[in-house]
DNA sequence: TCAAAACTGCTATAATATAACACTCCCAAA
DNA sequence: TTTGGGAGTGTTATATTATAGCAGTTTTGA
């Protein structure tokens, strides 16, 4: 994400904050642009350490609360089989969250479908099991590193 | 999975690797049949504790070798938000691996669909993106702890 | 019979994540 | 304008999950 594109998610986050009656923190708002500005997803110490060269020697908890924060709010996901954060990229909410995760150069592409597919939703139904959230990670190639 | 179902697997898996030249040794029956036994997925640290009881004073390596062979070998799934792993009820391989897990009782149900479903392929289409697997984690209620 | 490959046991350590507690900040009710 | 409570922070310590590296053992087959 570009520091425009940055300047301007931080103005809506900003802007929620105020709305729902939560604070936009300092280490919140370092956390938040940290992560956006990293062009794949990036793990809490990573984190942590680029939050280091704005804050005075932060440790884990911090990084850690503003991530928790953050996807409590559906402003970021985990990634699961990376143990690596990202923002969302869906401007609307959605039940569970998927993604395209590129093994070679890392990156991981959002597909925000909105509803579980139908072959997985079948067999829910076929189980009685009911479904509060789901993710989906599909590891492989991106096109840049297919066509290098 | 009961002691007789377990039974069979061993001896499923071991003829597997008498096929494929590779080794079925004592820590591998061991971590299968814990594995298999676990009425639930069951964590790294946990079944070096059940191996505890087996071998003497097992160490994390002795257990999380013999869990990378049995994922590579199709036989176990990780399961990324839980940490934890479980056998892999498809008697057939299958690219992706998809579990329902209960966040009441804890049990995963593998839904083992062949195929990425349409929804999820339409989209790596449309990015480029070349597939090599894909998991599907979905959170919620089993019919059990539904009705209890 | 002996060399290579597969496998184990062990030590140590890396990487990821959370519990617990005292303190601060902010808002809103008295 | 106080003051009390909830939200948030900073810090220490520790829990949990996972792997690197190396010496030694077992198996297989040339
Ligand atoms: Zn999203
Ligand atoms: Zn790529
Ligand atoms: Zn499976
Ligand atoms: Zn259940």
Redesign the pocket.
Known sequence: MNKQDVKKLVQVVEAY?TKEG??F????RHVLEIVAASDKPI????ILARLGER????????A???I??FEQHGFMH?IESL??YVICYADHRHEGSQFMICDVCGKAIETHLCHLPADLMARTRAEGFVVSGWSAEIHGRCRDCLNP
Do not use: I, Q, V
């Not at 923190?25 to 919140?28: C, E, G, L, M, Y």
């Open positions: 904050c939560m604070r923190t300092d280490p919140r793990g809490a110490y990573d804050l005075d020697n932060p440790k884990p908890p911090t850690y609360r503003a928790e924060f985990r143990n690596a």
